[in-house]
């Protein structure tokens, strides 16, 4: 079974930076789409940021201009660069592997464990 594994989260100041990190197994991450979800408490799953092989990423207007994807073919992972955090992006944050590109957090195949992300005010 493909496996994701998340990591970098934890807490930080309002207007730091954290990168998380979804490694997965296989070659996934070369020939599918990479989603970023989050949830936050007593809130639906959001959208975050969509990737895929050739560099193209498309970002929810939320977090426009201060998010970025990465990738590392030799390593199998996706990296997601969140800088100039705010209080309100504190939430568990999951990546996902997908066959399609896509927004919505159900088109998407599998899913890593989640890291969370609190970011103090």
């Known amino acids: 079974q493909v496996q994701l594994v998340e990591s970098g989260g934890g807490l930080v100041q309002a207007g730091g930076s954290l990168r998380l990190s979804c490694a997965a197994s296989?070659?996934?991450?070369?020939?599918?789409?990479v989603g970023w979800f989050r949830q936050a408490p007593e809130k639906e799953r959001e959208f975050v940021a969509v990737?895929?092989?050739?560099?193209?990423?498309y970002y929810a207007d939320s977090v426009q201009g201060r998010f970025a994807l990465s990738g590392d073919n030799a390593k199998n992972t996706n990296y997601l660069e969140m800088n100039s955090l705010k209080f309100e992006d504190t939430a568990v944050y999951y990546c996902?592997?997908?066959?399609?590109?896509?927004?919505?957090?159900?088109?998407?195949?599998?899913w890593g464990q989640g890291t969370q992300v609190t970011v103090s005010a």
């Open positions: 296989g070659r996934l991450l070369n020939t599918y789409v």
């Open positions: 996902a592997v997908g066959r399609r590109w896509s927004t919505n957090w159900y088109e998407y195949d599998y």
């Open positions: 990737g895929w092989r050739g560099g193209t990423a």
